[in-house]
């Protein structure tokens, strides 16, 4: 079955660290998204990508990097410079044009 | 820039009872629309689509949103809650001609009483 799987499930870091979640699709999607979701927020762009080997900015991306070396794949490293990063991240892929997102399941960073 | 607006970040059905989830965008231009329901500590699931043709939308669960382009509106409606439809909805919006990213509402977390 094509989708979209986000690893791990449930990631704690230290205060410092830097930690990468990861997200793969097998959609053949050209376009990939991370958001961070936090209570009563709704879902904020973090970074996304339209095409291998180029990625763009969202609304929240200090202290947040990606790379984007394969199609399939987004990974997003989390690094000590986010002083907040406890939330719920949702990647995201999708084809080109106006159809809408195929959701990962997610990944919940507790900072301990 | 475009935006989208969710009235009730919390609304309270009884089972049985109908479903409205308020949603309105800010584009002159009518943009792509669209729902996602989310259950707790999961992704987010498509609903319904809006894209062109027929402005009532039906979708999954028995959910459907119609396109009101006078009230720049898309409102999302069930006849008959059921427990199971308790979870946190979104409406979205992408703008015609652009590639596609979407802009969020902040979200309605619906609640089903017995």
């Known amino acids: 079955d094509g989708g979209i799987t986000q690893s791990p499930k449930y990631l704690f870091r230290k205060e410092g660290q830097n930690v990468t979640l990861s997200c793969e699709q097998n959609?053949?999607?050209?376009?990939m998204y991370w958001y961070r979701q936090d209570p009563g927020q709704g879902l904020r762009l973090i970074y996304y990508?339209?095409?291998?080997?180029?990625?763009q900015k969202g609304d929240i991306a200090e202290g947040y990097s990606v790379s984007r070396e394969k199609k399939e794949s987004f990974p997003l490293t989390v690094t000590s410079a986010q002083k907040n990063p406890t939330a719920f991240y949702l990647c995201?892929?999708?084809?080109?044009?106006?159809?809408?997102?195929?959701f990962g399941s997610g990944t919940r960073l507790t900072v301990v | 820039a475009q935006s989208v607006t969710q009235l009730g970040s919390h609304v309270s059905v009884s089972e049985g009872a109908l479903v409205l989830l308020r949603c309105n965008y800010s584009?002159?231009?009518?943009?792509?629309l669209f729902w996602y329901v989310q259950y707790p500590n999961q992704g987010l699931q498509l609903l319904l689509k809006?894209?062109?043709?027929?402005?009532l939308v039906k979708g999954i669960n028995g959910f459907e949103a119609e396109f009101k382009k006078s009230e720049t509106s898309f409102h999302l409606t069930k006849p008959s809650a059921h427990m199971s439809d308790a979870a946190e909805y979104f409406c979205?919006?992408?703008?015609?001609?652009?590639?596609?990213?979407?802009?969020f509402g902040k979200g309605t977390k619906l609640s089903v009483k017995p």
């Open positions: 979205a919006v992408s703008d015609r001609g652009s590639q596609g990213n979407l802009i």
């Open positions: 959609l053949n999607h050209d376009a």
């Open positions: 995201a892929s999708s084809i080109q044009g106006n159809y809408g997102y195929t």
């Open positions: 990508s339209q095409i291998v080997n180029d990625f």
């Open positions: 584009s002159s231009v009518p943009p792509y």
């Open positions: 809006y894209t062109t043709g027929a402005t």
